[in-house]
């Protein structure tokens, strides 16, 4: 027997399957989804099998052909139906097979972490009659219950046909299987770092701290303005401090440091409260009719629910999930890793308690490894999280939920550059699952194929969907009325604060009413950077072509591209001028004048300065929410999921900041988060306002936001598409190279360009994309200079292809990009390559 395996060579010109003998030991625990290692180029590299063959249909010749060298885990990571996904990702997002399959495995099973396998206990308990029905080969029970967690290796020595029981005993929860031995046990012991007691004593000794000690000052002014506890390793982290200037602290008495213990299962011991199906609207009920019918269709049919904000989307989400699980079948819910709260992992929990699984970036890699392993167990029935858990490794999913559907953050931007909604339609189709993509602002590519816009142009970015509407908010609830100041007659009429007089007012009312009030600051496009007032100095990154970011806790320039960082000028480097200044979050400057307008404010700022700490996002919503505060300022992160009863003011301090990015999305992108933003307000039985400051305020997005207008706001917007050429009227594919030589670089980028439009003759499809060009087109923009023309000390180029729905472009550009790369014509010039990309900047 040969296996197909797919090895871990990050690399376009390996991207293919290479033939290994499974030795006789290996015969039985082998099969397609193995995570093995094998020999390749002298070394042993992991590698994935996707496929078994008989001997004689090997590639080369039986003696050159290499074994596989060992099995990694007793369970194969990969379903057969993850595999053929991979195989469609790779395809579809231009990707390499090796990237597209690890996308789909939690990050503790990428290392090389010895496998372990162990009795359990707890299942043995609570379901003996499934424990009885495994039919163990003789002695492997009181052999395994007698060693504790054995090494997979010494089991398949020990009992070398006993594959096949035991990875049905691993399936069943019989048998446990482990990364490496410290997850043996559940609680671990991680050393803690405590905030001192007196805030304010601890704040004079660092006014008073010796110049030469500053890096221990640091610490202390890093843990006081967390406020709570941490892990060592953390502080170490996010300081780039060393443990012996953090025990210098505690020595002093500033900082208490010691050993805690925590929970592997991160919502462990928290209590959710049942809760039952609420009764529907008559809107929500129609909707879930709808969705249930596909479901028991087992129709991979996709709904795109357009539900205004408050509408009771979740409500709808649940009750669909309850019919899918009845019929015994698995649900996915993806939401953006943003709102994944405990507010919104509470409503799950709290409706179907520990069949759900929580999958999120915040997780740690063990913690991840638990809540994947429930999953495939079969413990599990919901899983709920961000992008990667639409490949959560359920057997047969009926239905896939995507909350938010238009949200950025469900396109992967690094590779596999995949979009979780494109990947989800697909993954449906494998299953029979219906795919539900709900939002209040859908995206307008999903609105185009949901809509007869698609079938006219042929340009649709995923099947064709049907529409589903919830205009009205539960309970008759009314929209918010929205104000739209013109911020240019404010300053006419000699208000220079940040403050329209409007929202001053309204403001001061909420705190005279006790309720409360969100302020949204949009800075999409701005970043804290270091600017000199005399020269116009800015600080930039000696490697990449961007200027550095400053970081308020650690005092530090940092560059986002490549992690260089340095220590913030005192002087201009430049001019030597004191003036240089840091341009702050601008949230930071919002929340002083806040205090000085209304002494006594209590304000929670949640931007990205005070929300990288593991839980910060999550402790800042609970203290709004138990009313702790009277305004939740921030940037983003404040428009999304938020429903709390007492917020009857919402206001915007500048809604066109993100209006004027070169970037075709940006009208789309600022209608979305005003109405997101907006439909935080008077969600409950408390009537809520909204006011919008704008130095636009005749711009369509402004003011189809302000009517909560979707539908006009969309006509408007595809006219534009349309007579610019840009999606759903047309597809994107950005092909970024990169190369230390210029030179080299542009030469390679020229002749890369003329192959695409080379091979794009020849299939007859070369042609100009624009709103009036014909049905059958395909065009290459460039090469230009990136936006970012240097990075990591490499130069970049970038080619735009653009063409419609109905040429097979990445077919076109994969079959030009091999032979381009394996032959002489690459020089070592690196291609990213990004379909439907969200990011043009
Ligand atoms: N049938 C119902 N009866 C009573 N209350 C309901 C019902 N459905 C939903 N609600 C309540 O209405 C509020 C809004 O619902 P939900 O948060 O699901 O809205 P949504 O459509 O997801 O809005 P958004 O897009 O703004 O997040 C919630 O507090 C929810 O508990
Ligand atoms: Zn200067
Ligand atoms: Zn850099």
């Known amino acids: 027997m040969i296996a197909r395996v797919i090895v871990d060579v990050p690399s376009r010109q390996t991207d293919r399957p290479f033939d290994y003998e499974v030795p006789q030991e290996l015969q039985g625990w082998i099969e397609p989804g193995s995570r093995v290692g094998v020999p390749f180029a002298g070394r042993v590299l992991q590698g994935f099998v996707i496929g078994l063959a008989p001997l004689d249909t090997a590639e080369v010749d039986r003696s050159r052909l290499k074994a596989i060298a060992e099995l990694l885990d007793p369970l194969p990571p990969l379903r057969p139906d993850l595999i053929e996904l991979a195989e469609w990702v790779s395809?579809?997002?231009?990707?390499?097979?090796i990237a597209a399959l690890q996308a789909m495995l939690p990050a503790a099973l990428k290392g090389k972490a010895e496998r372990y396998v162990r009795w359990s206990?707890?299942?043995?308990?609570?379901?003996?009659?499934a424990a009885a029905a495994v039919l163990l080969p003789e002695g492997m029970r009181e052999w395994l219950k007698r060693s504790g967690a054995v090494k997979l290796d010494a089991l398949r020595e020990r009992f070398p046909d006993a594959a096949e029981y035991v990875k049905a005993a691993i399936r069943l929860g019989l048998l446990e299987e482990q990364v490496a031995i410290r997850d043996k046990v559940s609680i671990r012991k991680v050393l803690t770092v405590f905030p001192p007691d007196n805030v304010e004593e601890a704040e004079i000794a660092i006014e008073q701290w010796p110049a030469r000690a500053a890096k221990q000052r640091d610490?202390?002014?890093?843990?006081?303005?967390?406020?709570?506890?941490?892990?060592?390793?953390?502080?170490?982290a996010e300081t780039g401090s060393s443990a012996s200037v953090v025990k210098a602290v505690a020595d002093k008495g500033w900082l208490t440091i010691r050993e805690v213990e925590t929970e592997r299962d991160p919502y462990a011991g928290r209590l959710f409260k049942k809760t039952e199906p609420l009764k529907l609207t008559e809107g929500q009920a129609q909707v879930l009719e709808q969705i249930a019918a596909s479901v028991h269709a087992r129709e991979p049919k996709p709904f795109l629910l357009h539900g205004v904000t408050g509408s009771g989307k979740t409500e709808v989400y649940l009750q669909a999930i309850q019919e899918c699980l009845d019929m015994d079948r698995q649900a996915i819910v993806l939401v953006p890793e943003i709102s994944l709260t405990p507010q919104m992992v509470e409503r799950f929990k709290g409706r179907f308690g520990d069949a759900v699984a929580v999958l999120h970036s915040r997780l740690s890699h063990g913690e991840k490894y638990d809540e994947w392993r429930k999953i495939r167990e079969r413990r599990a029935q919901v899983a709920v999280g961000a992008r990667s858990a639409i490949f959560a490794p359920f057997e047969s999913i009926g239905l896939i939920i995507i909350d938010e559907e238009h949200e950025s953050s469900y396109k992967q931007e690094e590779s596999p550059k995949y979009h979780a909604r494109d990947v989800a339609v697909k993954r449906a189709r494998q299953h029979g699952a219906a795919v539900?993509?709900?939002?209040?602002?859908?995206?307008?590519?999903?609105?185009?194929?949901?809509?007869?816009?698609?079938?006219?142009?042929g340009s649709g970015a995923s099947a064709a969907a049907a529409l589903l509407t919830m205009p009205g908010r539960v309970a008759d609830r009314p929209m918010p009325p929205v104000e739209v100041i013109d911020m240019r007659s404010e300053l006419q009429a000699g208000n220079r604060s940040m403050f329209s007089r409007k929202l001053y007012e309204e403001l001061a009312n909420r705190l005279?009413?006790?309720?409360?009030?969100?302020?949204?600051?949009?800075?999409?496009?701005?970043?804290?950077f270091v600017m000199c007032r005399s020269c116009g100095y800015t600080a930039m990154c000696p490697h990449c072509d961007i200027s550095l970011t400053y970081h308020q806790k650690t005092r530090l320039l940092r560059c986002h591209y490549c992690g260089h960082s340095e220590g913030a000028p005192a002087k201009c480097p430049s001019c030597e001028s004191e003036h240089i200044r840091f341009f702050g979050t601008g949230t930071q400057r919002v929340e002083e004048e806040l205090v000085k307008l209304f002494p006594g404010i209590r304000v929670i700022r949640m931007d990205v300065d005070t929300t990288t700490e593991k839980g910060s996002h999550e402790k800042w919503l609970k203290l709004f929410g138990e009313r702790k505060a009277d305004v939740l300022l921030g940037t983003q992160m404040v428009a999304k999921g938020l429903d709390f009863p007492y917020v009857t003011l919402v206001g915007v301090i500048a809604a066109d900041t993100s209006l004027h990015l070169p970037d075709f999305r940006s009208a789309e992108r600022t209608f979305q988060l005003l109405t997101q933003?907006?439909?935080?307000?008077?969600?409950?039985?408390l009537p809520g306002e909204v006011v919008i400051q704008s130095y636009a305020p005749e711009h369509y997005a402004i003011q189809t936001a302000q009517q909560h207008d979707y539908e006009s706001f969309v006509r408007e917007e595809l006219?534009?598409?349309?007579?610019?050429?840009?999606?759903?009227?047309?597809?994107?594919?950005?092909?970024?190279?990169?190369?230390?030589?210029?030179?080299?670089?542009t030469d390679v980028g020229e002749r890369f360009a003329q192959r695409l439009r080379d091979a794009a003759g020849v299939a007859g499809v070369y042609g100009r994309v624009d709103g009036t060009s014909g049905p059958k087109a395909l065009d290459v923009l460039g090469p230009v200079a990136s936006p970012i023309a240097r990075m990591k000390d490499r130069y970049r180029f970038q080619c735009m292809i653009k063409y419609r729905g109905n040429v097979d472009a990445t077919g076109l550009l994969n079959k030009t990009l091999q032979p381009f790369l394996q032959g002489t014509e690459g020089r070592g010039v690196q291609f990213g390559i990004d379909v439907d990309p969200h990011m043009i900047l």
């Open 219 to 236: 610490i202390l002014a890093h843990m006081l303005s967390v406020g709570t506890s941490m892990p060592m390793q953390q502080l170490l």
């Open 121 to 129: 206990e707890s299942f043995e308990a609570n379901e003996p009659a």
């Open 719 to 745: 006219m534009h598409r349309r007579a610019m050429g840009y999606p759903p009227y047309c597809r994107l594919i950005l092909i970024t190279m990169s190369h230390e030589q210029l030179p080299m670089l």
């Open 91 to 97: 395809d579809k997002y231009c990707c390499t097979m």
């Open 677 to 685: 933003v907006a439909g935080r307000a008077g969600r409950h039985e």
């Open 512 to 528: 005279e009413r006790g309720e409360q009030s969100v302020l949204l600051l949009n800075r999409r496009g701005y970043s804290t």
């Open 436 to 457: 539900v993509l709900g939002s209040a602002t859908p995206s307008l590519e999903s609105y185009a194929a949901a809509t007869a816009i698609r079938s006219q142009h």
